[in-house]
């Protein structure tokens, strides 16, 4: 049972297509440290990448520039493709994040390279493009990356806070673009921030 029991359309770009939408099923398989809302187990990629990608059809109120939606929705769905083959890596593992570029450099080149070129240069460009988090589009996205494991940390008790050892400063210079691109859902998070130093869910140092 697997992809070695697919079978071919006869069109190469077709199955092309078909065996990475294939691939990409194994982003159910790569689980964060966020914990559901449930409480019930970790989400995964999958879930998370579905999830920013309804909160930004929510949010562009809030932004200081106006963002496209559609390319925002995008960079969501495919910001943490590579994540297949590189893994989760924590926001707040110091040693995880040093090797963190050069996993993802590898296996964007693996991922991507399974599609027609067109297609993998578009999606790769997208990926890219989320990472710098110097345009408009991507730095909506970013954001949203952001703000949803934050929420899911307040209806948790902190679960990843604790679990993790964040301290305060940490968790605000990840957000740091949500302060400049999302000023109002900013103060929002810093309030939330205050109650779970208040709480013992965060360290303040």
């Not at 998370?48 to 109120?61: G, R, Y």
């Not at 939606?69 to 590579?82: F, G, N, P, Q, T």
Request: hydrophobic share 40%; glycine share 6%; net charge negative.
């Amino acid at each position: 049972m697997g992809i070695e029991d697919f079978l071919s359309s006869g069109n190469m770009r077709l199955d092309q297509q078909l065996k990475f939408t294939a691939e990409i099923d194994k982003m159910t398989s790569v689980y964060r440290r966020t914990m559901l809302i449930s409480g019930e187990r970790h989400e995964n990629d999958a879930e998370h990448s579905w999830h920013i990608a309804v909160m930004a059809l929510l949010f562009k109120e809030y932004c200081v520039e106006e963002p496209s939606v559609e390319r925002a929705i995008k960079m969501c769905v495919v910001h943490d493709l590579i994540e297949i083959y590189a893994g989760d890596t924590f926001a707040y593992d110091v040693k995880g994040n040093e090797s963190k570029e050069e996993r993802e450099k590898a296996a964007a080149d693996k991922l991507f390279s399974q599609l027609p070129k067109e297609q993998g240069d578009e999606i790769r460009a997208l990926w890219e493009e989320f990472d710098a988090m110097e345009t408009t589009d991507s730095k909506y996205a970013a954001c949203l990356d952001r703000i949803q494991p934050l929420l899911h940390n307040t209806l948790t008790e902190g679960h990843t806070w604790r679990n993790g050892g964040a301290v305060r400063p940490q968790v605000e210079k990840r957000a740091q673009i949500v302060k400049e691109f999302m000023p109002e859902i900013y103060e929002w998070l810093m309030k939330n921030l205050d109650r779970g130093v208040a709480m013992g869910w965060l360290k303040e140092e």
